[in-house]
Every structure is written in structure tokens, then in C-alpha cells.
């Protein structure tokens, strides 16, 4: 069983920048994908970034994509989001997700461990 555990969320105007971070427990972290997604209210949870089992690969939603870095540090069971020029439209709740296929994915059903969520607003 894993656990993931996000922070580093909160409130931040338009153009700056958070780094989220997301905690694992358990051994086979370094096994996993990770991913993050995000959902604002009234809308659909969406796909954010993810990224592969040893950081080889990574993916960026074309929202996001030159903004925002996904990364990883399997020696610390960490996963990191770095949001940089945050807009009014990245405000949601971001939720980091782990998966057992360990390459990538931006399919939410792919993955088997979600955290709990972290809240970013971003104020214009």
C-alpha cells in the first residue's frame, strides 16, 4: 500500500510561482509512475503532468506545457511539481497520483494511489 501526501499548495497572484510537493510511503515508490492532475470547481479532474518510474520520461499537458515541470527524487520518495507565470485559470485542487505500470500516462484510471489534495489559488 502507498500513501501520498501533497503540500505546498496555496494562494499566489498571476505571474508568480509554487512548487507542490508530494510525499510517499513505501518501498516500491521508485516503481511507480506519478502523476499530477488537477480539478477546479464545477469542472472535470484533468491531467496535469507525469512522469516515468526513474524520471526518464515526462509529460506535460499543452495547458501547462513550457510553465510547469514535473520531477522526481526517488531517494527522497518525492514527486514535484514546479508552476511557474500561474494564471487565474491554473486555480484548482491538484492531486499527486501513483501508478503500478510505471511508464506514463495522462489516463486518471491508470492510477492506483491518489492523495488527498492540495489547494492553489491563483488571484488576478
Known amino acids: 500500500q502507498v500513501q501520498l501526501v501533497e503540500s505546498g499548495g496555496g494562494l499566489v497572484q498571476a505571474g508568480g510561482s509554487l512548487r507542490l510537493s508530494c510525499a510517499a510511503s513505501g518501498r516500491a515508490f521508485s516503481n511507480y509512475a506519478m502523476g499530477w492532475f488537477r480539478q477546479a470547481p464545477g469542472k472535470e479532474r484533468e491531467f496535469v503532468a507525469a512522469i516515468a518510474w526513474n524520471g526518464g520520461r515526462t509529460y506535460h499537458a499543452d495547458s501547462v506545457k513550457g510553465r510547469f515541470t514535473i520531477s522526481r527524487d526517488n531517494g527522497k520518495n518525492t514527486v514535484y511539481l514546479q508552476m511557474n507565470s500561474l494564471k487565474p485559470d491554473d486555480t484548482a485542487v491538484y492531486y499527486c497520483?501513483?501508478?503500478?505500470?510505471?511508464?506514463?500516462?495522462?489516463?486518471?484510471?491508470?492510477?492506483?494511489?491518489w492523495g488527498q489534495g492540495t489547494q492553489v489559488t491563483v488571484s488576478s
Open positions: 497520483a501513483g501508478g503500478r505500470f510505471g511508464s506514463i500516462s495522462d489516463n486518471s484510471a491508470m492510477y492506483d494511489y
